[in-house]
């Protein structure tokens, strides 16, 4: 049997930031992906983050083939036929080095991929991991679905996503609950350069995000988006699996109804749809990380959950788990122990880091929200009314309005349940 | 757009098998509350056809969102064979 000392399962960004790490150190790498490319089976929505990117890829913005750096972000709170906007727009984000990028992950994680390579890792491709080979309780290879697709190794770096049968199929985890998971669709429409740049207000590879709640997700708990690549828009929707299922509503036709909302429609007029796609995010948070390391292997980027929903991100912590499970895994090679207590490096360092930190801050957020489904409809459908109320010049004195406004306001929540919310709001995400 | 036409749009290399498989059509006939795969997956890869869930594996997005929602555990669900299945253009 072929042994290598470490074997990375999957090529996405903690995978490929991982396999980077170890082969720079000196490790005979493999990273056994399962599209016949690496990225071919990748998707977000997408924002990748420079800071974090340029731990394991210094100055990747420079080649990478990156779509757009965000100048602007944009949020919507929608009802169904009107919506409050907010947005921050900085100067700042359009000068280099950039904040961070829109991206379409199957043509950037192939350019990461090559980088890696060049590190002097072995990209295997078509091929899929159907367990892990252990012997006396440790992990001591992978079994693939190729025939004799055995490969034996000192440690194994489950990066293998959100869908990650491997971590269950090797007992770190239950099969995910339908209220922690996320499902998200997204297309890829395509416009020409200069109709984007218009729309959007943008110039050069400028680019903007806009996150919308509320209606965008018909009251669920999740978000739809619209990010500009170069020569493209990604727009789709998010919500999580358990609330898909209680509205019984599918995914596709509720990025039908955001495409189609008054807000929305004008900016994808003309516009031609190239790809349609599908993914999950694991939403569960702090509290559903599975065990990290083992004897053997350790767990990183989605396929541990690390993704913080309430900002969208996720491709950060992702590489930055790559990165400090690798280094633990360099350190474990010169004590030549790759036993769980030696691998247990991997957590310690990583709880220092605001991936772990983050987690823990938000870690009531998915479920605040799903028992509190009325910040995404009472609250928009107030905030909503209050500018109509406010903005519709009919010869009512504005004193007046303000009145009908609050009284309208206390009738749908009492100022009990409002003051409640503040509080909930505080205790959760502060 | 209608859904057919955009899974036209995407790069499928579908297997000689189904990567999906129901582990028992008892299950879902008899036991099964609203069977959810039928409404909740983007592709619509599920179908009730007379008394039992018919299965368009070739149109797979690979999410995996059936499986999660599948109140019973009972959808058998692998990964395409490596090569096959979904192959994105811009992801």
Redesign the interface.
């Known amino acids: 049997m072929e042994k290598f000392d470490a074997i990375v399962v999957g090529a996405g960004p903690a995978g490929l930031a991982a396999a980077k790490v170890m082969a720079e150190g000196g490790l005979n790498v493999a990273v056994i992906e ?3 490319f690496a ?6 929505g997408g924002v990748l983050y420079r800071q974090p990117t340029e731990q394991v890829f210094p100055e990747f913005w420079k080649e990478a083939p990156l779509e757009r750096h965000v100048v602007e972000q944009r949020v919507w709170l929608l009802t169904e036929d009107a919506a409050i906007t907010f947005s921050h727009r900085n100067d700042k984000f359009a000068a280099e080095p950039y904040n961070c990028f829109s991206v ?4 950037v ?1 192939s350019w990461f991929a090559e980088r890696v390579r060049q590190a002097g890792a072995l990209i295997i ?4 991991v ?1 367990d892990l080979l252990r012997s006396d309780g440790k992990v001591t290879g992978i079994r ?3 025939p004799d697709g055995d490969l034996a190794c000192d440690v194994v770096v489950l990066a293998d996503g ?2 990650s ?1 491997l971590t269950e199929k090797i007992g770190l985890r239950r ?4 209220d922690r ?1 996320a ?1 998200a ?1 997204k ?2 429409i395509s416009f020409p350069k200069s109709v984007i740049d218009q729309r959007f207000n943008v110039t050069g590879y400028q680019g903007i995000t806009i996150e919308m709640f509320g209606a965008a997700t018909s009251g669920m708990v999740g978000t739809g988006f619209i990010y500009t690549n170069r020569e ?1 828009l990604s727009v789709g929707v998010g919500a999580l ?1 358990g609330d ?2 209680e509205y ?5 036709d509720v990025l ?1 109804r955001l495409k189609a909302h008054p807000a929305v429609r004008p900016l994808l007029e003309g516009g031609e ?8 995010i694991p939403e569960g948070g702090y509290d559903s990380i599975p065990r990290l390391f083992g004897d053997g292997f350790v767990v990183v980027g989605d396929a541990a959950g690390f993704v913080n929903a309430m900002h969208r991100e996720g491709s950060n912590m992702a590489m930055i788990s790559g990165k400090i499970a690798a280094e633990a895994v360099l350190r474990a090679r010169q004590r030549r122990d790759f036993s769980a207590r030696s691998l247990s490096q991997y957590e310690q360092a990583l709880r220092e880091t605001f991936v772990i930190k983050d987690l823990k801050k938000y870690r009531r957020a998915t479920s605040f929200f799903e028992r509190n489904r009325h910040f995404l409809t009472l609250y928009p459908g107030l905030v909503n009314w209050a500018a109509e109320e406010m903005m519709t010049v009919d010869g009512i004195p504005k004193k007046e309005k303000q009145g009908k406004i609050i009284k309208g306001a206390l009738k749908k929540r009492s100022l009990m349940g409002m003051a409640r919310d503040l509080f909930g709001l505080w205790r959760n995400m502060y | 757009m209608r859904l057919e036409d955009k899974l036209f749009l995407d790069g499928f290399k579908p297997d000689e098998e189904s990567h999906l498989a129901i582990k028992n059509m008892q299950v879902c006939r008899e036991q099964c509350k609203g069977r959810p795969c039928l409404e909740i997956c983007p592709a619509n890869v599920y179908r009730w056809e007379g008394d039992r869930v018919t299965i368009s594996y070739e149109a797979c997005l690979e999410c995996g969102t059936c499986r999660i929602s599948c109140p019973d555990d009972n959808i058998d669900w692998r990964f395409p064979r490596g090569g096959y299945g979904i192959g994105h253009k811009f992801g």
């Open positions: 399962r599209g016949n990225g071919a089976k990748n998707m977000m379409l992950r199957a043509k994680d491709p078509e091929t899929v159907v693939t679905d190729r959100a869908n049968l099969k995910p609950s339908a998971m499902c669709v297309e890829v493209s699996i898909l299922m019984n509503l599918n995914p596709n039908e749809t190239r790809e349609f796609l599908a993914h999950m």
